[in-house]
């Protein structure tokens, strides 16, 4: 007789395991460093309530290419893609806005991307274009 409550159970303590560690990554790697550090800088963001994402809209007048020359400027040791990659072809670009996923780093490399993020904004924002 095949007794399936024992996979059952360490499928479910890993399902468990693994939102856990999500959770952790949104909330402290991503989620408190983009509100400490990015929104005071005039960017906005929503809390996801599913998904691998967070969108983060830039400030009113920068763009994601103004954005990706500050951070080559910078020689900051960060990579990021413009919403238009991820954008539905003839809906708005979102050329002001990022998607950040969480479901590969850890919380300290998250929360030191948003920090480097936000010196790559404050530089872009100083700019005259």
């Known amino acids: 007789m095949l007794d399936t409550s024992k996979p059952q159970l360490c499928l479910r303590q ?3 395991g693994i939102k856990a560690a999500l959770h952790e990554r949104l909330h402290h790697g991503l989620w408190i460093p983009i509100q400490k550090h990015l929104i005071p800088l005039g960017c906005q963001a929503t809390l996801p309530r599913g998904g691998y994402f967070v969108w983060l809209r830039l400030p009113d007048g920068m763009n994601f290419e103004m954005l990706d020359k500050s951070i080559q400027d910078l ?9 238009t990659l ?3 072809p ?7 806005c990022l998607r950040l996923c969480f479901a590969h780093y850890n919380p300290q490399q998250l929360a030191y991307g948003i920090q480097k993020l936000a010196e790559a904004v404050e530089h872009t924002g100083s700019r005259k274009y």
């Open 14 to 16: 890993h399902i468990q």
């Open 75 to 83: 020689q900051l040791d960060i990579s990021v893609g413009s919403g």
């Open 86 to 88: 991820f954008a539905v």
């Open 90 to 96: 003839g809906q708005p670009a979102f050329h002001d």
